[in-house]
């Protein structure tokens, strides 16, 4: 077994160090790394914050020069998102700032949407024109009819806004697109979802099983750093995926399944761990219902029956099984992040919550561990108007277990043509690319067209920029306040993110914008206070600290107020579900006319010639956010696709030859990607990084480099429970030559 240091490392110096002259550097060859970077930081001024590049965020310090610039982010040693250390993605966080393509001033359109044709505004003239369309829309269609997406920090400041407006049609395309179908099965099951960062309790786990989940690439810093501790404690890795990713390089088993199967699988593990009597019988007997009903269920689920579905030998099949049981219950099957694959994903997950369950992991030492959370007081606001319509209303019937506005039912509102019971007539999209984010990109901008007010906020000219009325430039996170952050974790905790730098060119913070923007809508009274500053250090001073202490020690730890961070021996607990059990049998998907217990189904297979397409992540980038962060396209400014030596024979494929892919409804890639022969890719499946071929020319670094999966995923397999978006329906071909004409 790899050891975790040579399983992955978490830079401490980064690239601050480098520039540093030959002197210092000398000094410092007698420390470790972590001892190394505080004797290069000593004496200089930091700012605490937290990361904003991906959703762990993680707490840390921003040092400035001795000329007062920002110069280096270093991870806070008092986090337990990071234990002091940043990944790579943290560390290069300054290119945000620095990165001359970002956003700068207000812009208006003054031609056709998908035009890249504006002029600079004030932001006085830009607010009132945003104001005035808001106020119209509702006038002429209800308040109902404008629609947020957001993602990041700045969400509730636009929440607060829409809420105080009249419309509920709030959506984080994160949910549908991204983490939807976990949050509804674990909650199905356990009554309690996964929450974000995830509370597996991966550095003391015995077994920990990855079926989908990259931890390695995705960077997700405290699982990585918990997966190299469990390394080294000698626990079983076991990995399944059709790729030889990062994490089953480091597994003691590598399952490398047919896609579309895991389904038949984790029902096979379920036959395994019952039929052989592995499961934890005091955990089920006294936590469980519905056991008697599942073994029933999964009866004819041997692992002769899995291996002509999903092509793993039973003998593996038995072998982990067994490794699961020997852990139990210290044993974690992941719940991944990004499950939205075929449509049955919410089910997908409920067989992982289950098997779980059975191991007796939920709520135990090395399985997953009960969190905690800081509670932040709230300021009184008025009631906010009770809106007329909700996301729900749009389409009657549809969806109906989703717990959280799926983005696509707001998109697909805003199509006439798809006879929604009301029409959404504007957007405001804040911090996410939806042209990049949401799967078939056609209908995207098909909805666009017929909106009457597109409204973009966001740091970088993305993709849906290109496609606003008004484009509003916020400034980064380095040069703003933002809500304290309160993420549950092993103990409570709160971590603070304050302005290193005055906001660069003429961007301004989110709290600002929506503040600004609520006077202009008469709605002022739903943010009372002048900044957000000002409201920090009310709430702060509520629970005994305040904004001057809080700057000083960039986080506070606060210990449990009871030793319950697992359940103990014979501990009697009431579960949040309907029955107050861990519910194997779902009686509340059973009541709203969903199966019960998960139900394997085929899907569909590749056309002759054609690849299931697989995309994924890298270390150094998030989604396409980063794609133009001149830090991180040093590491890597291009994706390849990955070509099993089988095909790529066939085909007369070559290592670092440039092709064009082409799907199942013969959408081609707009710009050509590098091969990558290798023999860690199935035959029948392909692989890419998400996040490249970026179109927007004004993000120079970025443009035309590698290609977009987001393109090529026209096929969307709708989750029937929650709205999930599938994007793992689609296959692809290879275009080895086109003509000049074509090409361009």
């Known amino acids: 077994m790899t050891n975790r240091r040579q399983f992955i490392k978490i830079t401490a110096l980064g690239a601050g160090a480098l520039a540093i002259g030959g002197g210092i550097l000398k000094g410092i060859q007698k420390y470790s790394p972590q001892e190394g970077i505080k004797y290069l930081l000593q004496g200089l001024k930091r700012i605490p914050t937290y990361c904003e590049v991906c959703f762990w965020k993680c707490a840390g310090w921003v040092y400035k020069n001795d000329e007062g610039k920002i110069w280096k982010i270093v991870g806070n040693e008092e986090d337990q998102h990071c234990n002091g250390r940043f990944c790579p993605r943290g560390t290069g966080g300054i290119g945000m700032y620095y990165d001359e393509d970002r956003l700068k001033t207000p812009l208006i359109r003054i031609q056709e949407r998908g035009k890249q044709v504006f002029r600079e505004a004030s932001w006085e003239e830009a607010l009132t024109y945003i104001a005035n369309k808001m106020i119209e829309i509702g006038s002429k269609y209800g308040p109902e009819s404008m629609a947020l997406f957001s993602h990041g920090s700045g969400s509730s400041y636009y929440s607060t806004l829409f809420k105080a ?47 989908g989940s990259h931890i390695g690439e995705n960077m997700h810093n405290g699982q990585i750093q918990e997966m190299s501790d469990a390394i080294d404690k000698d626990a079983t890795i076991i990995t399944v995926d059709p790729r030889f990713s990062t994490a089953a390089s480091k597994s003691k088993y590598w399952l490398p399944i047919k896609p579309s199967t895991d389904i038949a699988l984790l029902l096979t593990w379920i036959h395994e761990i019952i039929y052989n009597n592995y499961y934890d019988k005091d955990y089920v007997e006294k936590y469980c219902i519905g056991f008697d009903k599942l073994k029933e269920h999964v009866k004819e689920n041997t692992p002769e029956w899995a291996y002509g579905i999903t092509t793993i030998e039973p003998g593996l099949i038995r072998k982990t099984a067994k490794e699961m049981a020997n852990a139990s219950p210290a044993v974690i099957i992941h719940p991944g992040r990004h499950v939205t694959w075929y449509g049955d994903d919410t089910q997908r997950i409920r067989a992982i919550a289950i098997l779980n369950a059975l191991l007796g992991s939920w709520g135990r030492r090395g399985g997953f561990y009960r969190p905690s959370k800081a509670n932040i007081p709230s300021y009184a606001l008025p009631s906010f108007p009770k809106p007329a319509k909700t996301w729900q209303d749009a389409f009657p019937g549809k969806y109906s ?145 305040s904004l001057e202490e809080m700057s000083k020690l960039g986080v506070k730890t606060y210990e449990r107020e009871a030793d319950d961070i697992y359940i103990t021996e014979g501990e009697n607990v009431e579960f949040p579900t309907e029955s107050g059990k861990i519910e194997l049998y779902s009686t509340y998907f059973e009541q709203s006319g969903f199966d019960p217990l998960p139900l394997y189904t085929p899907h569909e297979e590749p056309p002759e010639g054609f690849y299931r397409l697989i995309y994924g992540r890298a270390p150094m980038h998030t989604f396409s956010r980063t794609a133009n962060n001149p830090n991180l396209t040093d590491i890597m400014d291009e994706n390849t696709v990955w070509v099993n030596p089988k095909v790529a024979k066939e085909w007369g494929l070559n290592n670092d030859q440039y092709i064009w892919l082409k799907n199942q409804d013969g959408i081609e890639s707009e710009f050509p990607i590098k091969i990558r022969v290798t023999e860690r890719i199935r035959w029948d499946s392909v692989y890419m990084v998400h996040g490249f071929g970026h179109a927007q020319k004004q993000m120079k670094r970025c443009f035309g480099k590698g290609a977009s999966d987001t393109q090529l995923i026209s096929k969307v397999l709708i989750d029937p429970i929650m709205g999930g978006t599938g994007m793992r329906g689609n296959f692809v071909t290879f275009i080895t030559k086109k003509t000049e004409k074509e090409a361009i």
């Open 165 to 211: 407006f009249g419309s509920a049609n709030i959506a984080e395309p994160s949910y549908a697109q991204c983490r939807g179908p976990r949050d509804e099965a674990f909650m199905a099951t356990f009554g309690e979802e996964a929450y974000s960062p995830e509370i597996t309790d991966i550095r003391d786990t015995k077994c920990l099983v990855l079926i």
């Open 401 to 545: 277990l989703a717990s959280l506005t799926v983005s696509n039912v707001l998109i697909d509102a805003s199509i006439p043509e798809n006879n929604p019971v009301f029409t959404i007539k504007g957007w405001i999209v804040n911090g996410t690319n939806l042209i990049n984010t949401i799967p078939n990109q056609a209908n995207t901008l098909k909805a666009i067209q017929n909106i009457e007010l597109l409204v973009v906020i966001d740091t970088m000219p993305m993709e849906i920029t290109g496609w606003a009325d008004v484009v509003l430039p916020e400034c980064t996170y380095l040069e703003r306040f933002d809500n304290i952050r309160v993420s549950p974790h092993r103990k409570p905790a709160i971590a603070l993110r304050m302005p290193a730098s005055e906001p660069m060119y003429n961007t301004k913070p989110g709290y600002w914008i929506a503040r600004e923007l609520s006077k202009k809508l008469g709605l002022q009274a739903y943010f009372p206070f002048e900044n957000q500053e000002s409201l920090l250090d009310w709430q702060l001073k509520k629970i005994g600290t």
